[in-house]
Structure formats: C-alpha cells, structure tokens
C-alpha cells in the first residue's frame, strides 16, 4: 500500500495547485467565498473523477510500460515538481508533471514510447488556444443576451452569481474526469489499483489538496493576469470547464492551469492587449515549459539510484 503514498502526494499537489483554475477568478472577483469555492470543489472533482476518470488512463498507460515501483518513482517526481512550483505561487500542469516523469522513467527502463507523445503535445498546445477562443466567444455571444434581457441589477448581480456557481461545479467536474489519471493512472498501468480503486483514490487525494493549500495559487490565476470584473470571471471559468470536459472526451489529460490562463487571455483580447499582464503570461509559460523537463529529470535520477 505503501507504493501508492506518492500518487496521494501527487494528488494532494494537484488539488492545492488546480483548484485556483476553477474558482480563482471568483473568488479574486469577491464572488464566491473561498470556503464555498473549495468545499464546492471538493464535491465536484470526486464526482468527475468517479464518473468519467477512468477515460484518460488508457493514455497515459501508452507512454511507458511500469512496474510497480516505477509508478510510484514517476508519481514522486511529478509531486515534487508540483509541490515546488504550488509553493511558488505559480500554476501548473500536472499533466506535463507526470508525462515527463513517466518518460524520464520510462528512458531508464528501457519501456518509454514516445509514439504518442506527438497527440498529448497537440493538445496541450490546443487547450489554452481553444479556451481562449471559447472565452472571447462566449463574452461576445452571452454579453449580447445578458445586456438585452437582462437590464435589472439585482436580477444581473443574481445572474453572475450562478453563473459562476455553475462554471465553478463543472469546471471541478471537469478537472477530475480529465486529471485524476494524472494521479492514479500509472499505477492501474501497472496492476497495482484497479481503475474504480484509482478514480476513487485519485479524487479524493485531489480534494485533500483543495481543502488544505489551495488559496496561495489562486492569487496569480485570478488578479495577477488581469483586471477581472464579474461577468469576465464567469466566462473565464465556463470556457475553462468546456475546454477540460472536450479533452476528456478525447482522453488526454490536459492542464487546467492552461485553460484557465487561456480563458482570462481571452477575455483580456477582448478589453485590449494592453490590460493583460504580459510579465505573468510569460512566467507562467516558463512554469509550463520547465515542468515536463524538471519532473523527468528528477524521475530519471530517481529511478536510476533506487531501482
């Protein structure tokens, strides 16, 4: 049972560090209170991961052929590398995560397959395109109805509010049926967890992260991209839900970190260049490039001096 300890880690990180792309931008908006974002949370990632998680094992399960011991070194070295960048304030992906620490892994092995990564890399290019298309999007297409039949403030302001509420719960739907294989998924690979045991360990360790380290990280995602007002927050998150719940269906992980970062890009092309902080754009992207890498590296010396 012990080898499954790093997996928790791992989802614990994903939670702590993900779970300010679902509610970050309400909460940021003084929307939604922080302590009903993450009990919300909490809730709708189990149900994601225990509904639709098992979608994107067979994925990651490709990349590299892992004994037991390899899946929980790979699982170590993704936890390690979220926790380093959670730690930083800075959003992640947990996908790339455990996609470098499996190949790094899988090098040493001699079991790596990098036939797939060609589709994973596709779409993890794709996701923040995609959100950021979705988002300007809807701003236009909802912002259109919102102000032609919705003229009373009161029944606007009662508008946002379940909107967000509403993005919010299928955005942590979302993030568990796409990201609990990022958690679990080597180890049904490997024969350690059956995939109802994985979904299940995964989404709860995923809502550990949530309830007990999540609000640092939401700062970045909510304030530090830019200005966001009510009804931009809420078209950040649905178009970060949808964008998730796509890949899903296409069943590779993506990050949530990505679409949400391309949500409140959209937004922000919408109100002009100008109003996108350009500085935390780019080192968010530094995060996003030097995590498969550092997650690999660390994997491949761990695997290399104790297996």
């Known amino acids: 049972m012990w080898k499954i300890i790093s997996g928790i880690f791992l989802g614990w990180t994903l939670g702590s560090n993900d779970s300010a792309n679902i509610f970050g931008t309400g909460v940021a908006a003084n929307i939604i209170k ?16 225990t509904m639709e998680g098992e979608k994107c094992f067979a994925t990651l399960d490709k990349l590299s052929n ?32 455990i996609v470098g620490a499996i190949l790094g ?48 403030l009161k029944k606007r302001s009662l508008f946002i509010l379940l909107g967000l509420l509403f993005a ?18 080597t180890y049904v690979g490997s024969g350690l967890l059956t995939p109802f045991e994985g979904v299940l360990i995964g989404g709860l360790s995923i809502a550990s992260g949530v309830l007990t380290y999540s609000k640092k990280v939401m700062t970045t995602v909510g304030k530090e991209i830019t200005r966001m007002d009510e009804y931009s927050a809420f078209i950040a998150e649905l178009s970060e839900a949808f964008t998730v719940e796509i890949f899903t269906h296409v069943g590779v992980p993506v990050s949530t970190s990505q679409a949400i ?15 996108i ?10 995060g996003w490039i030097s995590t498969p890498l550092v997650s690999g590296i660390i994997s491949y010396f761990l695997i290399k001096i104790f297996i």
């Not at 949500?263 to 002009?272: A, I, L, R, S, T």
Request: proline share 1%.
């Open 168 to 185: 919010g719960c299928f955005g942590a739907f979302a993030l568990g049926s796409n990201n609990v294989a990022n958690v679990t998924g």
């Open 277 to 286: 902080n350009k500085n935390t754009v780019f080192n968010i992207a530094i």
């Open 34 to 49: 922080y302590k009903t974002a993450i009990i919300l949370i909490s809730i709708f990632v189990i149900l994601g991961a």
């Open 261 to 275: 970062v391309g949500g409140v890009v959209g937004v922000g092309f919408v109100k002009g260049v100008k109003t």
């Open 66 to 97: 892992l004994t037991s011991k390899g899946s929980f070194f790979a699982a170590l070295a993704a936890g390690t590398t979220m926790f380093i960048l959670t730690y930083l304030a800075l959003p992640c992906s947990t996908s790339q995560a």
């Open 105 to 152: 892994a899988g090098i040493v092995l001699g079991t790596a397959d990098f036939s797939i990564l060609y589709k994973i890399i596709l779409c993890w290019l794709l996701a923040p395109l995609a959100a950021a298309f979705i988002s300007f999007m809807l701003y236009h297409i909802i912002g259109f109805f919102f102000e032609r039949y919705i003229t009373d």
